[in-house]
């Protein structure tokens, strides 16, 4: 039911089967949960330093290919439609981030599978971006941002002087709010 989210999932003897997860509204209106057994490898938060494994559970078509010493998982995301695998992650440069009074300068890199489809019908199953975080207020100015299919880019918004057209709010419990959070703690470590 609706709310249910994050609860328990028991049989009739009490035994703990899953954590809920989402609900499919169309159709036959399901509800999904990440089984028991998986528990022990979910994370108690969703970023990981650089220079740890990856979670076992982040599909390979998100993670191939990413240096563990440099990119550190900062949020994944879990599509309803996949069956409670994750299907977006993002990374954030480990090393690469420059701070200054108010914020973080950071590369950024999502990961999608399947692939996506842009608003002009290009594909892509990456976008790397360069942001700058404000630490203190929940906003972020996107400096650069191109979109990749199998490693080639399909789509290039280049770098921008006019940074007004790129400003936005990392509103609350979002993804975008978990990559800031996670750019900004990277001022609290000192990196390998």
């Not at 400003?167 to 390998?192: I, K, N, Q």
Request: charged share 25%; with cysteine; proline share 6%.
């Amino acid at each position: 039911s609706s709310g249910s989210s994050g609860g328990g999932l028991f049989d009739a003897r009490g035994n703990l089967l899953g954590i809920t997860g989402w609900i499919d509204d169309g159709g036959e209106n399901l509800n999904f949960a990440i089984p028991a057994e998986l528990l022990g490898e979910l994370p108690k938060r969703t970023t990981w330093h650089a220079g740890q494994p990856l979670p076992k559970f982040l599909p390979e078509a998100l993670s191939k290919g990413i240096d563990e010493t440099r990119w550190q998982l900062a949020s994944y995301d879990y599509d309803e439609g996949f069956g409670g695998v994750p299907v977006e992650a993002d990374f954030i440069d480990g090393h690469g981030a420059r701070f200054d009074a108010d914020g973080v300068t950071v590369q950024w890199r999502t990961r999608y599978a399947p692939a996506q489809q842009a608003d002009d019908g290009t594909s892509f199953d990456e976008r790397q971006r360069r942001v700058r975080f404000d630490c203190e207020m929940p906003q972020y100015v996107l400096l650069e941002s191109r979109s990749l299919l199998h490693g080639k880019p399909v789509q290039d918004d280049g770098a921008t002087d006019d940074e007004l057209a790129h400003r936005g709010l990392a509103m609350p419990d979002t993804h975008l709010d978990e990559v800031r959070a996670a750019a900004c703690d990277l001022d609290t470590r000192t990196a390998p």
